[in-house]
């Protein structure tokens, strides 16, 4: 199928971010710098976060590697791009900075709608068999089966402090079969 027969397929690709915690708001920090509040990313607010360019597609200077240097050679920054919410791809385009260095990001590192979707079918679907982009033949839906369960995470160590049955030794619910 050919990429170029829509023009906005030349526009960059684009994820829809919320500011629904202050790490997500503090991405804005730069945009927000020194404008009023009225001007501003506001908490729960919208913000766009164009892909940027793996460093296989960018365009970036070729570093020697210093022989006398032990390890591994460090790996290029490639940008974080974000931007307030903009509907105007051309307004878009002079709006994104690097959330991490506010410096502005060129249209040129960013992946383009029609890159997003020329790569589409290679992305793996974990949820099927026969699932990856090389497999052929029939996918089908993966059969998950529980064997047990394991408490996890900063939850799990509270158990109990409010009066709740520890699940590991009592049953959460009773088959009535």
Aim: a positive charge; aromatic letters at 10%; charged letters at 25%.
């Amino acid at each position: 199928m050919p990429l170029d027969f829509h023009p906005a397929l030349t526009n960059p690709a684009l994820m829809r971010w919320n500011a629904s915690s202050p790490e997500m708001l503090r991405y804005m920090k730069h945009f927000n710098a020194g404008k009023p509040y009225s001007e501003q990313v506001k908490p729960f607010g919208f913000m766009v976060a164009p892909t940027a360019l793996t460093e296989a597609w960018l365009d970036m200077p070729v570093k020697e590697v210093d022989p006398s240097k032990r390890g591994r050679p460090k790996k290029q920054d490639r940008p974080k791009p974000i931007a307030s919410y903009e509907q105007d791809a051309a307004k878009l385009a002079e709006l994104v900075f690097d959330r991490g260095t506010g410096e502005p990001v060129p249209i040129s590192a960013l992946n383009r709608s029609a890159d997003a979707l020329a790569f589409y079918q290679l992305s793996p679907e974990d949820k099927f068999e026969n699932g990856r982009p090389i497999h052929t033949g029939r996918t089908v839906r993966r059969v998950v089966k529980v064997v047990g369960f394991r408490l996890i995470g900063k939850e799990a160590n509270k158990i109990g402090d409010f009066g709740e049955v520890d699940p590991t030794t009592e049953p959460l619910f009773i088959s009535e079969t």
